[in-house]
Each structure stands twice: as structure tokens, then as C-alpha cells.
């Protein structure tokens, strides 16, 4: 037998991106635990539908933890409560009947509401055109061990690769930084050997970039790192840290 | 602008510039607290140490003026960092809880910092602009912590001092790029320690001052 629970939601409404917004309550009925968040959420749009109303618009895709177009801030932490998982991988098992819950949408400065739960993060994206590729052509796969790659620089590289882009390092961050994703995605590169030769034009692009979009500024809080549902560490902050100085004190780079 | 101010000039520039003057003040309290401890020891003591950091002259001026400028530039990056990250989050969310990764220290950074400019000023003005014909610095510590209010002060100061130390000691290596799972808890530990002895070091001496003299 499954077990179903019954929560209250207390959800952001906003219908589009001039809209002030504000919360709205609605009840969510007979829940099995065994359904993602999303899943709730959609168990609650089916009826939400049938009385004639506007369903709760939020962001998803994958629904398995992997796209990076989940989340939403769920009784004030990012993907919810859980460590390690994105919102569509958070099951209903983790609350309990007659809970009340509040879903936010991320909140930044550089991340436009733009209806409901539903937030442009495309400032990310604009970190990576800063600089966030190489920039030839990698062509066909090469013979093994031509390009040498230390196993723990693999390691490492696989570890910031890991960011998915779903934004909840802003989210969480009390300034609303970008900082752990810039530098999962500087320190990617990096490590590599393919990255290597524009590393210092790229540190430099990119933390120019992140500035004119409106992130905030990091302080170290470490919030970022414990809601990241890939995990990612802030040894990536420390590094993308030591590339831009790199860059500025030591390299031949022109901004 | 050209390639040094424009690599000071980002976030992670003026992270830099308070990574590197926060440092210094860390340098500055250690050596502070190191010669205000022969206030422990008793009159002679503090006067001869007092004698002696006079003796140094020119130099003294030299690190006056050097605490000066760091401390202009360590206020004034601060606040206009504190003003950035207020903004970056124009609609704030009306239920926020930690993931465990912010501290009393790291969370209070601007205001502890706030409090501690504040109470330099008035620091200074106790101990640094004050008329000594006729009398000695001993005796201008010694009044002045005959007061329970300026002992009260002095005590929520240095606690004050040690919180924003607790997480600026860390913060600042993690700033400077450095962290690596060998020596990161031990730094990190080592703000805590270094955060105590300063808080415990300083503070205790309005008490002990007035309890003794
Ligand atoms: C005089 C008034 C002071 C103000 C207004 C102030 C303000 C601040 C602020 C806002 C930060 C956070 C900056 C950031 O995270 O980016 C900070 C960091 C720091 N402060 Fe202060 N502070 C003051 C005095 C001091 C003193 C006396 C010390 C010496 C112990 C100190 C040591 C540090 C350190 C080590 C950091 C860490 C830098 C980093 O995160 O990279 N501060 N301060
Ligand atoms: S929907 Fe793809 S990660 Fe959640």
C-alpha cells in the first residue's frame, strides 16, 4: 500500500514578468510519497486545470536529475530539503502529513521571474559565451595517452564538469553569486589540457562577465556548496581565485 | 584604466584587496595583543614596552600611516561590497533557511565590521589623541577602564572583533586561492583558535585592569 499525505502549498503567482506577484495557498490532496516533487506539483495542476484556473508554471525537463531545469526554493532551501538532489529527484517521502510548505522562485538580481516558479536564467549562459568553450576545433578522437591527463586532474575536471546549471548556487547564495558556477566551469577547462592555452583569457572573460550581469559577490558563505545538487565544492571557487590572478598579475591578457 | 586596477577592480579583485589587508590587520592584532600582554604583568612592564614601540620613531609613523591606508581601503572595498550584494537581490524570499554552510562570523561580516570601525574611532580617541604632559599611558588605561562603562564597551568590542576574525581568517586563504582537503581544516581551524586568543587576550584586560589596580 502506498502512503498518501495531504500538504498546503504556499506558492509564488506571478503571471508574468512586469507582475508584482504574490503567494497564493492551495491545498495538495492524497500525495503518494512515492512521487517526486514535480509530480506533486503536477497531481495539483490537474486540478488546478479542472476548476478552471491558471496550473502553477514551473520549469522542468529531464525529470531525472541530470538537465539542470528543475528547482525552486522549498521552505527556504534550494531543490529542497535534501542534500545532493535536484527537485525532481526529491520525493514526497520527505515530508509528512498536513505539512505546509512555501515554493519560491529562485531570487536574483540577474534572474527575472517570469511567471510563477519559472526563472530566465540565461545570465548563466551568458557566463559561458564569455569564454566557457575552446575555441578549435577538438576534431576526430585521438590515439590513447597522446594528450597525457594525470588521473586526479581527470578526477578533478569530472567534478566541476558535474555542474548542470540549474542555478541553485545563486539561489542560495546570500549575495546571490555566481561564483561557484564560474568557477566549476573555469576550473572544468582548466585542468585540462585542451583548456590550458586560453585559460587566462577565459578566467578573465568570464569573472568580467559574471560582474556586468548583476551576480553579487562571494563571501565565502559556503551556502552554495551545500545545496549544489551535483555536489560541487568551492575548491573551485579557490581555483577559479587563482586563474584570475593569473590572468591579471601575471599573464600577457588584455581585457 | 590599465591592467592593475582593472585586475583590482572586479569581484574577485576587491575580494583580493580584503583578503590581503584583512591578513595584515590579523598580522597587526596578533603583534598588538603580543605587547599589550605586559599590561598582565603590571606598570613597568607596559611603560617600557610603551618606551621601546616609541623609541622606533620614523618606523612608528611608517606603520601608522600603512594601518591607516589598509584601513581605508579594507572599509571602503568592504562597504561597497556589502552595497553590491544587498542589491543583487532585489526581491529577498520570505522563508530562507541555511544549508549549513554560513556561520555566525560569515554571516555578520558587515555589521562586526561596522561595530569594529566604530570602535577604532573611539579607540584611538581614548588611547592615540590624547593630551600625555603630566601623566603616562598607564594611568590613561588605567582610568579609563575605571569606568564600567568603557570596560563593557572594550569586553563587546573584542567579542565582536573575534567574530568577524572567526570567519575572516578562513575567508581570506579561500579568497587568496588557497584550499586543498590536506590544509583546509586546519586553517579553518586555526581561525577559530587565533579568534579565541584575540577575543579572550584583549578582552580580559579592562577586567583584569580594574580588578587589579
Ligand atoms: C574597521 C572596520 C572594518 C570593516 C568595516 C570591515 C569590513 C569587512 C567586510 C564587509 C568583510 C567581508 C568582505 C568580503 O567578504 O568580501 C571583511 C572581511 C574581512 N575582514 Fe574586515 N572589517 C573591518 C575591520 C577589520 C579588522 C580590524 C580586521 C582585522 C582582524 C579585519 C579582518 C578581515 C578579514 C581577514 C576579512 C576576510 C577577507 C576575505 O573574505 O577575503 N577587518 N571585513
Ligand atoms: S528536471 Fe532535469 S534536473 Fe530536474
Given at each position: 500500500?502506498t502512503?498518501?499525505?495531504n500538504?498546503?502549498l504556499k506558492?509564488w503567482?506571478q503571471?508574468?514578468?512586469?507582475d508584482k506577484?504574490?503567494?497564493e495557498t492551495?491545498?495538495a490532496?492524497?500525495i503518494?510519497t512515492d512521487?517526486?516533487?514535480?509530480?506533486?506539483l503536477?497531481?495539483v495542476n490537474?486540478?488546478l486545470t479542472?476548476d478552471?484556473k491558471e496550473?502553477?508554471?514551473?520549469d522542468?525537463?529531464c525529470?531525472?536529475?541530470?538537465?539542470?531545469m528543475c528547482?525552486?526554493?522549498?521552505?527556504?532551501?534550494a531543490?529542497g530539503p535534501?542534500k545532493g538532489?535536484?527537485?525532481?529527484?526529491?520525493h514526497?517521502?520527505?515530508?509528512d502529513?498536513?505539512?505546509?510548505?512555501?515554493?519560491?522562485p529562485w531570487r536574483?538580481r540577474?534572474f527575472?521571474?517570469l511567471k510563477?516558479?519559472?526563472?530566465?536564467r540565461?545570465?548563466l549562459?551568458?557566463?559561458i559565451?564569455?569564454?566557457?568553450?575552446?575555441?578549435?576545433n577538438a576534431?576526430?578522437a585521438?590515439?590513447?595517452?597522446n594528450?597525457?591527463?594525470?588521473?586526479d586532474?581527470?578526477?578533478?575536471?569530472?567534478?566541476?564538469?558535474?555542474?548542470?546549471?540549474c542555478?541553485a548556487?545563486?539561489?542560495?547564495?546570500?549575495n546571490a553569486s555566481?561564483?561557484?558556477?564560474?568557477?566549476?566551469k573555469i576550473?572544468?577547462?582548466?585542468?585540462?589540457p585542451?583548456?590550458?592555452?586560453e585559460?587566462?583569457k577565459r578566467?578573465?572573460a568570464?569573472?568580467?562577465?559574471?560582474?556586468a550581469l548583476g551576480?553579487g559577490?562571494c563571501t565565502?558563505?559556503?551556502e552554495?556548496?551545500a545545496?549544489?545538487p551535483?555536489?560541487?565544492?568551492?575548491?573551485n571557487?579557490?581555483?577559479?581565485?587563482?586563474e584570475?590572478?593569473k590572468?591579471?598579475?601575471?599573464?600577457?591578457?588584455?581585457? | 584604466m590599465?591592467?592593475?586596477?582593472?585586475?583590482?577592480?572586479?569581484s574577485i579583485g576587491?575580494?583580493?584587496m580584503?583578503?590581503?589587508?584583512g591578513?595584515?590587520?590579523?598580522?597587526f592584532?596578533?603583534?598588538h595583543?603580543a605587547?599589550n600582554?605586559?599590561?598582565?604583568?603590571?606598570?613597568?612592564?607596559?611603560?617600557?614596552y610603551?618606551?621601546?614601540l616609541?623609541?622606533l620613531?620614523p618606523?612608528?609613523?611608517l606603520?601608522?600611516w600603512?594601518l591607516?591606508?589598509?584601513a581605508?581601503i579594507h572599509?571602503a572595498?568592504?562597504l561597497t561590497?556589502f552595497?553590491?550584494?544587498w542589491?543583487s537581490?532585489p526581491v529577498?524570499?520570505s522563508?530562507?533557511?541555511?544549508?549549513?554552510?554560513?556561520?555566525?562570523?560569515?554571516?555578520?561580516m558587515?555589521?562586526?565590521?561596522?561595530?569594529?570601525?566604530l570602535?577604532?574611532i573611539?579607540?584611538l580617541l581614548n588611547?592615540h589623541?590624547v593630551?600625555k604632559?603630566?601623566?603616562?599611558i598607564w594611568?590613561i588605561?588605567t582610568d579609563?577602564f575605571?569606568s564600567?562603562g568603557?570596560?563593557f564597551i572594550?569586553?563587546?568590542?573584542m567579542i565582536?572583533?573575534a567574530?568577524?576574525?572567526?570567519?575572516?581568517l578562513w575567508s581570506a586563504?579561500?579568497?587568496l586561492?588557497v584550499?586543498?582537503?590536506?590544509y583546509t581544516?586546519?586553517?579553518r581551524?586555526?581561525?577559530?583558535?587565533?579568534s579565541v586568543i584575540?577575543?579572550i587576550g584583549?578582552?580580559?584586560?579592562?577586567i583584569f585592569?580594574?580588578?587589579?589596580?
Amino acid at each position: 500500500m502506498t502512503k498518501t499525505i495531504n500538504l498546503t502549498l504556499k506558492v509564488w503567482r506571478q503571471k508574468n514578468a512586469g507582475d508584482k506577484g504574490k503567494f497564493e495557498t492551495c491545498q495538495a490532496r492524497n500525495i503518494s510519497t512515492d512521487m517526486s516533487f514535480l509530480e506533486m506539483l503536477d497531481v495539483v495542476n490537474e486540478g488546478l486545470t479542472v476548476d478552471g484556473k491558471e496550473p502553477i508554471a514551473f520549469d522542468h525537463d529531464c525529470r531525472e536529475g541530470i538537465c539542470g531545469m528543475c528547482g525552486t526554493v522549498v521552505n527556504g532551501r534550494a531543490h529542497g530539503p535534501e542534500k545532493g538532489t535536484t527537485l525532481c529527484q526529491l520525493h514526497m517521502r520527505h515530508f509528512d502529513d498536513g505539512d505546509t510548505i512555501a515554493i519560491e522562485p529562485w531570487r536574483a538580481r540577474a534572474f527575472k521571474v517570469l511567471k510563477d516558479l519559472v526563472v530566465d536564467r540565461s545570465a548563466l549562459d551568458g557566463i559561458i559565451q564569455a569564454g566557457g568553450y575552446i575555441s578549435v576545433n577538438a576534431g576526430g578522437a585521438q590515439d590513447a595517452n597522446n594528450l597525457p591527463v594525470p588521473q586526479d586532474k581527470a578526477d578533478k575536471a569530472m567534478d566541476a564538469a558535474q555542474c548542470i546549471g540549474c542555478g541553485a548556487c545563486v539561489a542560495s547564495c546570500p549575495n546571490a553569486s555566481a561564483m561557484l558556477f564560474a568557477g566549476a566551469k573555469i576550473s572544468h577547462l582548466a585542468l585540462l589540457p585542451q583548456g590550458r592555452p586560453e585559460a587566462a583569457k577565459r578566467a578573465w572573460a568570464m569573472v568580467k562577465a559574471m560582474d556586468a550581469l548583476g551576480f553579487g559577490n562571494c563571501t565565502n558563505e559556503r551556502e552554495c556548496e551545500a545545496e549544489c545538487p551535483k555536489e560541487i565544492s568551492i575548491v573551485n571557487i579557490a581555483r577559479m581565485n587563482r586563474e584570475y590572478y593569473k590572468a591579471g598579475f601575471f599573464s600577457g591578457e588584455k581585457n | 584604466m590599465n591592467w592593475f586596477t582593472d585586475t583590482l577592480g572586479t569581484s574577485i579583485g576587491k575580494k583580493l584587496m580584503m583578503a590581503l589587508t584583512g591578513l595584515a590587520f590579523c598580522g597587526f592584532l596578533a603583534t598588538h595583543l603580543a605587547g599589550n600582554l605586559t599590561l598582565y604583568v603590571g606598570s613597568e612592564a607596559f611603560l617600557s614596552y610603551a618606551e621601546h614601540l616609541h623609541s622606533l620613531g620614523p618606523l612608528i609613523t611608517l606603520a601608522e600611516w600603512s594601518l591607516l591606508t589598509l584601513a581605508i581601503i579594507h572599509v571602503a572595498t568592504g562597504l561597497t561590497l556589502f552595497y553590491q550584494n544587498w542589491r543583487s537581490r532585489p526581491v529577498r524570499y520570505s522563508v530562507k533557511k541555511t544549508a549549513g554552510g554560513r556561520t555566525i562570523g560569515s554571516r555578520t561580516m558587515p555589521y562586526t565590521g561596522i561595530l569594529l570601525l566604530l570602535f577604532i574611532i573611539l579607540h584611538l580617541l581614548n588611547f592615540h589623541f590624547v593630551d600625555k604632559t603630566g601623566t603616562n599611558i598607564w594611568n590613561i588605561v588605567t582610568d579609563t577602564f575605571n569606568s564600567g562603562g568603557y570596560i563593557f564597551i572594550y569586553i563587546i568590542a573584542m567579542i565582536v572583533a573575534a567574530v568577524h576574525v572567526s570567519h575572516g581568517l578562513w575567508s581570506a586563504f579561500q579568497t587568496l586561492g588557497v584550499d586543498h582537503p590536506k590544509y583546509t581544516p586546519f586553517i579553518r581551524g586555526l581561525s577559530i583558535v587565533f579568534s579565541v586568543i584575540i577575543g579572550i587576550g584583549f578582552g580580559f584586560i579592562p577586567i583584569f585592569i580594574s580588578i587589579s589596580v
